[in-house]
């Protein structure tokens, strides 16, 4: 099997030029393995089993990142409460049909798909082409629901022929991509979001809308006073490796965020994380104290479901 992923990766490297093939796998290595690797060190199996079979070394150590400790805990909770939160969201609404936009080296497509809901992940090709091997390597039914596709979020065809293969209601999860786009690659997203809406039905579930305020309770839910200098340190430590600046500002007014979706023919209402109490992995790694505050931001309005306006 790792012969089969290295001809995999021999032949991206071919089809694709060296400049874009290097640009690809820096944003590999940048969004979809440091979450993976938050996933994992929550304690979540699949996420572990992800990680140990791509057999790459971890991004971050206490050797190369101050306080990695705390920023450890803390981006794995706000990383598991985030993975685990779409997940209930489309078991409760007992949804058929996913499309998982940009959700990294993340188990979850495979989780939803072994349970016989048809997924279809939108991502960097690097990560397509991962993502299809270890589809192989999970459960029975993930090899045939679980379709991994390159799909820019701003582009319509990709975007809307890619929707057309799912038949029925679609819940649409995007976690943590927005702040990396410009102005005129937001509103085209959210333009196609609308277009398969309003065909197809269903919804889009995003935290984004909040996400500084959402991490900085989870920072807080640990670490207190603190959180500011723990949510500064992680945009820092995600901008050095980017090498470039995170648009973390926009869109985090709620006011502000629901004109922008009107603008774009879109509605929303703010729901819990979690409608009851969530069974997290790395609840195993807090004080009672701090599990208690970490529940109490389950519970908070922090997950928005969009849905047509028309």
């Not at 109490?277 to 997950?303: D, H, M, R, S």
């Amino acid at each position: 099997m790792k012969k089969f992923f290295v001809t995999l990766m021999l032949v991206a490297a071919v089809a694709i030029s060296s400049t874009t093939r290097a640009a690809e796998f820096e944003m590999v290595e940048y969004s979809a393995q440091v979450k993976l690797q938050w996933l994992a060190a929550a304690g979540i199996p699949q996420a572990q089993k992800f990680l140990k079979e791509i057999d790459r070394p971890v991004f971050f150590t206490a050797d190369n990142l101050n306080d990695f400790a705390r920023l450890q805990n803390v981006n794995s909770l706000y990383q598991e409460l985030n993975f685990a939160a779409a997940i209930n969201y489309v078991r409760e609404h007992n949804y058929s049909n996913v499309m998982d936009l940009a959700c990294s080296l993340s188990p979850r497509a495979m989780i939803l798909g072994d349970e016989g809901r048809s997924v279809i992940v939108g991502e960097l090709n690097t990560v397509c082409l991962i993502g299809d091997w270890m589809v192989d390597e999970f459960g029975a039914l993930s090899k045939k629901t679980v379709d991994y596709q390159v799909i820019p979020v701003e582009d319509a065809y990709a975007m809307t022929s890619n929707a057309d293969k799912l038949t029925g209601e679609i819940c649409i999860i995007e976690q943590g991509l927005m702040i990396y786009l410009n102005d005129l690659q937001r509103a085209q997203m959210f333009d196609n979001i609308h277009a398969i809406l309003q065909k197809h039905g269903g919804c889009f579930i995003t935290s984004d809308f909040n996400q500084k305020k959402y991490f900085t309770d989870v920072a807080a839910a640990l670490y207190g006073a603190d959180a500011p200098t723990l949510y500064a340190e992680t945009k820092a430590m995600y901008e050095k490796v980017l090498d470039d600046k995170i648009a973390d500002e926009v869109l985090q007014d709620e006011r502000t965020a629901m004109d922008f979706l009107a603008q774009h023919g879109l509605k929303a209402e703010k729901i819990p994380l979690f409608s009851t109490t969530p069974g997290l992995y790395c609840a195993k790694n807090f004080t009672a104290e701090q599990l208690a505050k970490v529940n109490a931001v389950a519970a908070k309005k922090y997950l928005w479901v969009i849905t047509s306006a028309d």
